[in-house]
């Protein structure tokens, strides 16, 4: 890298748009946001770490740019909230060069623009070691909006957006040295955050409990059912399944267990309650995105998963396995 420090942070800092809430951004000792009357601030931090989150040999840098920002932005989606402010810290390996610092930059500004999201902080060093990413999101909700994942009450329908398993097929294809269909490759390279969704939840009042899929469905639901003190039956047969993770069913039907057991689907799960099915099935219809209902929340907190001719589906493989050597998932 040729560019030193200072002149790189003030490119950036050219670079970043400053959005209406933002006081103070890139420049100063802190940034400072303007949080609107009755909203309160939330902020969610994730760290990105080559080797363990993302391998460059399989990922371009825009790409990643993009991905280390929606990742993010899916937790605000998953609280209702509204993302406003990001900061973005790098340890940047010595050996990168000036143009691949630009082609992540080009993916991280993508993503801003993407969710109108405000650069407004961060930290920027040289690693000694691999790419260090951290990216910390800060957005707003209305205080009584918040979707908390402990609200879920037996007799709850159970929600998710989107598909299921694109991601964990994507990566299962790469570790097989298959290539990827570019809808699979999207999802795992470039997800999407279900922005537009989390906040339309929260403005809308329909959640009673919510959090976005990062490692399976499985896993995930499990978090929300033991702080919700409840229990939930999923129905197998009802899972939303793009056509490209059809496609690869039809050949091995073993993969099913991805679309519950895969990571990073970045799609939201909620739960919400049966009265609400009309309003749900008109949110999904405005905006475009399939809204399934998988299952229902029950009261025994035993998490069940079923399908035709099997009222017991046990998935073979329950562990997101990503680039995780130890199988300890509690680190992630
Ligand atoms: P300090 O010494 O106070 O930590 P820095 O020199 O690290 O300040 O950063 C100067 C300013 O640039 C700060 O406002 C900081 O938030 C911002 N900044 C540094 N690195 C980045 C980055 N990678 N992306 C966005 N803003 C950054
Ligand atoms: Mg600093």
């Given at each position: 890298m040729r560019v030193g420090e200072f002149e790189l942070i003030d490119k950036i800092r050219r670079r970043a748009n400053i959005g209406p809430?933002?006081?103070?951004?890139?420049?100063?000792d802190c940034s400072s946001i303007v949080v609107p009357p009755n909203c309160e601030l939330l902020t969610s931090t994730d760290l990105l770490l080559e080797g363990v989150h993302f391998c460059l040999d399989w990922t371009d840098l825009r790409s990643l740019g993009i991905k280390s920002v929606a990742v993010n932005i899916s937790d605000l989606a998953a609280m209702g909230a509204r993302p406003v402010s990001l900061h973005l810290a790098v340890g940047l390996p010595?050996?990168?060069?000036d143009e691949q610092v630009e082609q992540y930059l080009n993916g991280i500004f993508a993503g801003l623009d993407r969710y109108k999201v405000s650069l407004t902080g961060g930290d920027t060093c040289r690693s000694g070691g691999p790419l260090v990413i951290s990216v910390t999101v800060q957005g707003v909700c209305h205080k009584d909006r918040l979707i908390k994942r402990d609200g879920a009450v037996a007799g709850d329908d159970l929600w998710v957006s989107g598909t299921l398993g694109d991601s964990g097929l994507a990566l299962r294809l790469l570790q097989s040295n298959k290539t990827l269909p570019a809808f699979l490759a999207d999802r795992h390279f470039r997800p999407e955050a279900r922005a537009e969704l989390g906040e339309q939840l929260g403005n809308l009042g329909l959640a009673t409990a919510m959090l976005d899929l990062s490692d399976g469905l499985s896993g995930d639901l499990g978090h929300l059912l033991k702080v919700s003190a409840v229990g939930a039956s999923v129905n197998m047969d009802k899972l939303p399944l793009s056509n490209e993770f059809l496609i690869e069913l039809r050949k091995d039907q073993s993969l099913l267990d991805l679309a519950i057991?895969?990571?990073?689907?970045y799609e939201l799960l909620f739960t919400a309650h049966p009265d609400k099915r009309p309003c749900v099935e008109q949110l999904s219809e405005e905006m475009n995105l399939p809204l399934t209902l998988i299952g229902t929340i029950t009261g025994d907190q035993k998490l069940q998963f079923y399908k035709e001719g099997n009222l017991n589906y046990k998935p073979e493989n329950s562990a997101f396995d990503h680039f995780r050597s130890t199988g300890d998932s509690s680190l992630e």
């Amino acid at each position: 890298m040729r560019v030193g420090e200072f002149e790189l942070i003030d490119k950036i800092r050219r670079r970043a748009n400053i959005g209406p809430e933002i006081r103070l951004g890139i420049g100063d000792d802190c940034s400072s946001i303007v949080v609107p009357p009755n909203c309160e601030l939330l902020t969610s931090t994730d760290l990105l770490l080559e080797g363990v989150h993302f391998c460059l040999d399989w990922t371009d840098l825009r790409s990643l740019g993009i991905k280390s920002v929606a990742v993010n932005i899916s937790d605000l989606a998953a609280m209702g909230a509204r993302p406003v402010s990001l900061h973005l810290a790098v340890g940047l390996p010595a050996n990168f060069s000036d143009e691949q610092v630009e082609q992540y930059l080009n993916g991280i500004f993508a993503g801003l623009d993407r969710y109108k999201v405000s650069l407004t902080g961060g930290d920027t060093c040289r690693s000694g070691g691999p790419l260090v990413i951290s990216v910390t999101v800060q957005g707003v909700c209305h205080k009584d909006r918040l979707i908390k994942r402990d609200g879920a009450v037996a007799g709850d329908d159970l929600w998710v957006s989107g598909t299921l398993g694109d991601s964990g097929l994507a990566l299962r294809l790469l570790q097989s040295n298959k290539t990827l269909p570019a809808f699979l490759a999207d999802r795992h390279f470039r997800p999407e955050a279900r922005a537009e969704l989390g906040e339309q939840l929260g403005n809308l009042g329909l959640a009673t409990a919510m959090l976005d899929l990062s490692d399976g469905l499985s896993g995930d639901l499990g978090h929300l059912l033991k702080v919700s003190a409840v229990g939930a039956s999923v129905n197998m047969d009802k899972l939303p399944l793009s056509n490209e993770f059809l496609i690869e069913l039809r050949k091995d039907q073993s993969l099913l267990d991805l679309a519950i057991c895969g990571g990073e689907d970045y799609e939201l799960l909620f739960t919400a309650h049966p009265d609400k099915r009309p309003c749900v099935e008109q949110l999904s219809e405005e905006m475009n995105l399939p809204l399934t209902l998988i299952g229902t929340i029950t009261g025994d907190q035993k998490l069940q998963f079923y399908k035709e001719g099997n009222l017991n589906y046990k998935p073979e493989n329950s562990a997101f396995d990503h680039f995780r050597s130890t199988g300890d998932s509690s680190l992630e």
